[in-house]
Nanobody, 118 residues
Framework: QVQLVESGGGLVQPGGSLRLSCAGS????????MGWYRQAPGKQRELVAV???????NCRDSVKGRFTISRDNAKNTVYLQMNSLKAEDTAVYYC????????????WGQGTQVTVSS
């Protein structure tokens, strides 16, 4: 069973930091475009950041300069470093993998809750 397991979520104060991890099981993430999405209650799921198999990254404007996506293929893990967190960053964060050779292979993690509150 292909599995993506997110970890690192939690409750933080505004201005704080969290580092999310997404570990692949029975999947070689080096062959996938990896992304982090988030979904807040009552809102659509939105792309936060993406990283290609070649390490090229992009992120949405609202997190640019605060969030950094990275990958460690040796550990089969993708990370999202989140700094200067704001209340509007509160959401469930999901890891996503899309296979380069055939995008129909598209996998999601179960999500990890990030709450930014004083």
């Amino acid at each position: 069973q292909v599995q993506l397991v997110e970890s690192g979520g939690g409750l933080v104060q505004p201005g704080g930091s969290l580092r999310l991890s997404c570990a692949g099981s029975r999947i070689n993430i080096s062959l996938y475009v990896m992304g982090w999405y988030r979904q807040a209650p009552g809102k659509q799921r939105e792309l936060v950041a993406v990283i290609t198999k070649d390490g090229v990254t992009n992120c949405r404007d609202s997190v640019k300069g605060r969030f950094t996506i990275s990958r460690d293929n040796a550990k089969n893990t993708v990370y999202l470093q989140m700094n200067s967190l704001k209340a509007e960053d509160t959401a469930v964060y999901y890891c996503n993998a899309v296979y380069y050779a055939n995008p129909k292979y598209n996998y999601w993690g179960q999500g990890t809750q990030v709450t930014v509150s004083s």
